[in-house]
């Protein structure tokens, strides 16, 4: 084997190395939340949620409003679920004719 081939395989070894690395560091999986529990599949299909902050979420008599949408999501509906981690998260169709649509939406418990 010539000095060149241990060069090269080396290297490819070094890649190797660092594309796993980057890869080991890289964003949250999209079906994840940033703290790391899994977004239900039926919510999300692995792409359609996220994490909102506390002001994008308002609650009014007739149920929680996604203000950038003003859609109402009624507190005893279905979609609405509690948030693992005590924040909000909502999901929603990001494309297409029922874009901004809600499908689930991640709510604190009153308590947290």
Same mark, same amino acid.
């Given at each position: 084997?010539? /000095?060149?081939?241990?060069?090269?395989? #080396?290297?490819?070894? #070094?890649?190797?190395?660092?594309?796993?690395?980057?890869? #080991?560091?890289?964003?949250?999986?999209? /079906?994840?939340? +940033?703290?790391?529990?899994?977004? +239900?599949?039926?919510?999300?299909?692995?792409?359609?949620?996220?994490?909102?902050?506390?002001?994008?979420?308002?609650?009014? +008599?007739?149920? @929680?409003?996604?203000?950038?949408?003003?859609?109402?999501?009624?507190?005893?509906?279905?979609?609405?679920?509690?948030?693992?981690?005590?924040? @909000?998260?909502?999901?929603?169709?990001?494309?297409? %004719?029922?874009?901004?649509?809600? %499908?689930?939406?991640?709510?604190? +418990?009153?308590?947290?």
């Amino acid at each position: 084997m010539s /000095h060149s081939g241990i060069v090269s395989n #080396a290297n490819v070894a #070094a890649l190797s190395l660092f594309a796993a690395a980057a890869f #080991a560091a890289s964003p949250v999986d999209a /079906h994840q939340a +940033p703290t790391g529990w899994t977004y +239900p599949w039926a919510c999300c299909s692995n792409m359609d949620c996220q994490e909102v902050e506390d002001k994008s979420v308002s609650e009014k +008599p007739q149920g @929680y409003v996604i203000q950038s949408t003003g859609e109402v999501v009624a507190y005893g509906d279905k979609r609405v679920k509690n948030s693992p981690d005590g924040e @909000y998260h909502w999901c929603a169709h990001q494309a297409g %004719i029922d874009a901004g649509h809600t %499908i689930c939406l991640f709510v604190p +418990p009153k308590g947290f």
